[in-house]
């Protein structure tokens, strides 16, 4: 959305009224949401209905800044952010609301926890850049005010996740069977909230092998793969894009079909 700029009033020519209450009425309506009862035409005529033009002005009286407010915009904030010492950092674009006192709060949402914010605005106070760390996993509510009003599209929800809390149930086998069905669990209880991701690849043609990965529960995933060809392959595991602990991780496939046994004369004789 692309907001009128607020004019030097002190330069505008007193000979064109109109097209300076128009520009008033347009900014009035933008900005503050006060509705045109009446056109500029009308607010200039010397012969106007008064009434009517009272009638337009307490709306003044009663506008609020929440209008304002909604022409801020938080740029580049993203919907998730890793748990830890990893900042996290957006925009506040203040360049169509005026002045004001800008204010960001970052607050969890399981205890009510507030988290502290750094804030480096220009020195036109237009931009302010806003940079914060959550330590812990979990859901955190993002709040943006001008004026003590939440600016566009605030509040919303912000989920912290950390992938080295991805853990197996139990050990990933590091040798596995051809045409043999593989399967092992993983619980992502302590990750915070995200998604899992699986890939099984064959490291020597690239090429992905079908792979299958369900949630159980709340909190964990069983996950199947099946290899179809002997030699090594690599099972590659996020959490919310980020690798867990270990991954990829390298399995060999063996056939057992192709083991011969030697000896057994000599074995038969001993």
């Known amino acids: 959305m692309t907001c009128l700029p607020l004019p030097n009033h002190a330069s505008l020519p007193k000979s064109r009224a109109l097209q300076n209450c128009t520009t008033a009425m347009d900014l009035a309506e933008e900005r503050l949401g006060v509705a045109k009862l009446l056109s500029p035409a009308d607010l200039t005529d010397p012969k106007v209905d008064q009434l009517l033009v009272m009638t337009y002005v307490t709306q003044y009286q009663t506008a609020t800044l929440q209008a304002l407010a909604k022409q801020c915009r938080a740029v580049g904030l993203p919907l998730s952010a890793r748990a830890g010492n990893v900042p996290v950092k957006f925009r506040i674009d203040a360049s169509g609301s005026g002045t004001g006192k800008v204010d960001a709060y970052i607050t969890r949402q399981k205890d009510g926890t507030s988290v502290s914010v ?48 991805v853990i197996f149930v139990a050990p990933l086998a590091q040798v596995i069977f051809v ?92």
């Open 118 to 165: 750094s804030m480096i605005t220009s020195e036109d106070e237009k931009m302010h850049d806003v940079s914060f760390c959550v330590e812990d996993v979990g859901v955190y509510e993002v709040d943006v005010k001008l004026n003590d009003d939440s600016i566009a599209g605030m509040p919303r929800e912000l989920s912290a996740y950390d992938a080295s809390k």
């Open 179 to 270: 045409n043999e069905t593989c399967q092992f669990s993983i619980d992502v209880s302590k990750a915070g909230p995200g998604s899992l991701e699986m890939e099984v690849v064959d490291p020597e043609t690239s090429l992905a092998l079908k792979a299958d990965l369900q949630e159980v529960g709340d909190a964990n995933y069983e996950a199947t793969f099946t290899p179809t060809v002997v030699g090594k392959i690599s099972v590659r595991l996020s959490w919310e894009g980020d690798s867990i602990p270990g991954s990829p991780f390298g399995i060999s496939v063996c056939d057992p079909t192709k083991v011969r046994a030697y000896g057994e004369e000599q074995i038969g004789r001993a």
